[in-house]
């Protein structure tokens, strides 16, 4: 029986079916689950790609933070990876739990709404000297 090949995912040589030029990390005898986070050899990676007739995963490294505090940033990113989420302002509520799309790690997120205004000048008040 023909061993899964966990290898660094290439987009070119992933969909040219050229898995020979990409990075071999691994090879495993059942089938990684896609959407998995996996730990190889002191490594964490993540799934990008899977081709079950050939018998690849593609994977791309990402580092993990497994004691994040909680952030407050103008940009929304994943506190476990910081993997920026620039669709964030399509979220339909103001806070809410998702899963992050790099890492899959749960966050809790509360958007705050700032207001700022813009003011320029007109005309000075005339100034009545006695």
């Given at each position: 029986?023909?061993?899964?090949?966990?290898?660094?995912y290439?987009?070119?040589?992933?969909?040219?079916?050229?898995?020979?030029?990409m990075?071999?990390v691994?090879?495993v005898?059942?089938?990684?689950?896609?959407?998995?986070v996996?730990?190889?050899?002191?490594?964490?990676?993540?799934?990008?790609?899977s081709s079950?007739?050939?018998?690849?995963?593609?994977?791309?490294q990402?580092?993990?933070?497994?004691?994040?505090e909680?952030q407050?940033?103008?940009?929304?990113?994943?506190?476990?990876?910081?993997?920026t989420?620039?669709?964030?302002?399509e979220?339909?509520?103001d806070?809410g739990?998702?899963?992050?799309?790099?890492?899959?790690?749960?966050?809790?997120y509360?958007?705050?709404?700032?207001?700022?205004?813009?003011?320029?000048?007109?005309?000075?008040?005339?100034v009545?000297?006695?």
């Amino acid at each position: 029986m023909s061993m899964w090949q966990i290898r660094i995912y290439d987009m070119k040589h992933f969909w040219d079916k050229n898995y020979h030029l990409m990075e071999l990390v691994k090879e495993v005898q059942d089938e990684p689950e896609f959407g998995s986070v996996f730990e190889i050899n002191g490594k964490t990676y993540r799934s990008c790609a899977s081709s079950p007739m050939n018998k690849v995963l593609g994977v791309q490294q990402i580092t993990l933070n497994d004691d994040p505090e909680e952030q407050y940033d103008d940009d929304f990113k994943c506190p476990y990876c910081g993997e920026t989420y620039d669709d964030a302002w399509e979220l339909s509520a103001d806070d809410g739990t998702i899963e992050c799309s790099n890492c899959h790690s749960e966050i809790e997120y509360t958007r705050e709404h700032t207001v700022t205004y813009s003011v320029n000048p007109v005309k000075m008040v005339e100034v009545v000297k006695l």
